[in-house]
Structure formats: C-alpha cells, structure tokens
C-alpha cells in the first residue's frame, strides 16, 4: 500500500506506514531525485496461498473468505516488481513520483482468485466466510478457532490490520489518473509481459 495514502491505518498495522513517511519526507527534503514502488499484493505473499493469512501454497480443500471476497487488490510477481522498478529507473515519467504497479489482468477480487484456482484444479473449495468485526475482534484475543489456538503476536496482527484495509475496505483499488504524484505501470509500460494471476497460480498445480 501506498504509504502516504494510508494515515488512516488501524493499529498496530499504521507504524510500518509511520515509519516509511519518515523516510520519504528525509529524501525530499534532501531533494534527492526518487521514484516511490508502490507494488500492492506480493505473489509469493498473496496470491500463492489464496489471501490465507501466513499460508504460502494454494490450499486444496478449505479457504477463508474475507466479506464476501468481493474487494478488488492487485497481485503482482515479484519478478515483475523488480521488471518495472528497473523500467522506472531511468524514466523521466516516474521521476519524483509514486510508481503504483497495476497489471489490468490482475486486478481481481479474493474471490475470482478462488474461482481460477478451483478451474484449475477441477474442484470447489469449502468456504468460511469471516465477517470484518469477526477478524478484528481476533486482532487483539485469543483467535477463537478461525485462525489459531493461541493469543495473535503484535507482528501478526499488524498483518491482520493489513488485511482488513485490502480485503474488507478495498483500499488498494482506487483511479491513479489525477493523482498528481502518482503514475500508473500499466499506462507507462503496456508492452511489458507480466505474469498473470492464473499463470502464477499453474505454477501449483
């Protein structure tokens, strides 16, 4: 997520984003030429375990639902994310900008994300579908059997805290056009072959 758009952020999940502002104000003030990656949801994070927190391979029989797993995010290779942060290096577009990484193919909700998977595997998943003031109330107690059987480290709900912004409030998908310090990956280098969501998830089967 893009720090400077998330002063918003729910503890304990705002000091990453706290912290990463500090460093961005030190490198304008020093007026040192920069480009900001604003890569959204890393693959190997995300997208391989289907959205499942702390889980980094498509499950096969039962997954968690977010809401209805209808938010939209972006899931990005980490190939690619270092494909277009060396795009951007010498780009006088993206100079002093935020470069925000959007492959159009990839912008999907939880649940399309599902639905490739299971086309792929040629089964349906079980599906738990967990309210948001069900995964926050888990944020801070015991995790009530959802998610584990003993009380949720800082680090972990700082993760949670994550989720909830991506997959419940759906605050990874919003217009770049407009913005005046922000640039689109898709718009700059639509030529580039990324990798795609179901291209990634074929890596599993």
């Not at 503890?11 to 706290?18: I, T």
């Not at 995010?73 to 993206?94: F, G, H, K, Q």
């Not at 801070?140 to 059987?149: H, V």
């Amino acid at each position: 997520m893009d720090v400077d758009r998330m002063h918003h952020a729910m503890p304990p999940g705002d000091r990453v984003f706290r912290e990463k502002r500090i460093v961005r104000r030190a490198i304008e003030e020093a007026g040192i030429p920069h480009t900001y990656i604003s890569a959204n949801c890393f693959a190997g994070i995300f997208l391989a375990g289907l959205a499942q927190l702390a889980i980094f391979m498509p499950p096969r029989d039962h997954v968690n639902v977010y809401g209805g797993g209808d938010k939209r995010c972006i899931w990005v290779a980490e190939e690619d994310v270092a494909m277009y942060s060396m795009l951007s290096v010498d780009d006088p577009r993206t100079l002093n900008k935020v470069l925000y990484l959007r492959p159009p193919a990839n912008i999907l909700s939880q649940m399309q994300v599902i639905e490739i998977w299971e086309r792929l595997i040629g089964r349906e998943l079980s599906k738990t579908f967990i309210s948001e003031d069900e995964w926050i109330s888990q944020m801070d107690s015991d995790c009530a059997g959802l998610i584990c059987d003993a009380e949720i480290p800082p680090f972990e709900q700082s993760a949670m805290a994550h989720f909830c912004h991506i997959y419940y409030r759906g605050e990874l998908d919003f217009e770049v056009e407009g913005l005046a310090h922000g640039v689109d990956s898709s718009e700059l280098y639509p030529h580039y072959k990324y990798v795609t969501a179901q291209e990634y998830l074929k890596r599993f089967v």
